[in-house]
C-alpha cells in the first residue's frame, strides 16, 4: 500500500462514518503510515486521529490476530497455491463475513469478553 492508497482509505473510512465525531486508526509503525500525504489528510480532517503502536509491540495490534484467524483458516494448508485469484477471493469472502460486525472475532482478538 502506498501513502497514495492509505490517505484514499482514510478519506473512505471519514466518508463511511460521517456522523461519527473521532474515528481513531491505530496504526503500527510502518513509515506509509506517517508520509507526509498522510499527515496532511489528518491535519486537514481532525475526525481522524492516528495513534501509533509502540515500535516492536504486535501483540498490541489486534489486526496482528485477526491475519493469525485468517492463517488458520485458509491459508495453513496452502490449498489455493497455483491459484493466487481464487485466494485473494477466499480472503475477501472471509473478510466480508465481518463486514456487519462478529462478536466471534472480537472475542478472538481480545476486545470482547
Partial sequence: MTAKCF???L???SKRYPNHEKIYVILDNW???FHK???KFVKDNPRIELVP???YSPWLNAIEKVWRWVRQR???THPWANDFRL???QVRS???TLDNGSVDILQYVGLSG
Avoid: C, D
Fill in 74 to 76: 485458509l491459508t495453513h
Fill in 31 to 33: 513509515p506509509v503510515h
Fill in 37 to 39: 500525504r498522510v499527515t
Fill in 7 to 9: 490517505a484514499q482509505s
Fill in 87 to 89: 485466494f485473494q477471493e
Fill in 94 to 96: 472471509l473478510f466480508g
Fill in 53 to 55: 503502536l509502540p515500535t
Fill in 11 to 13: 478519506e473512505a473510512l
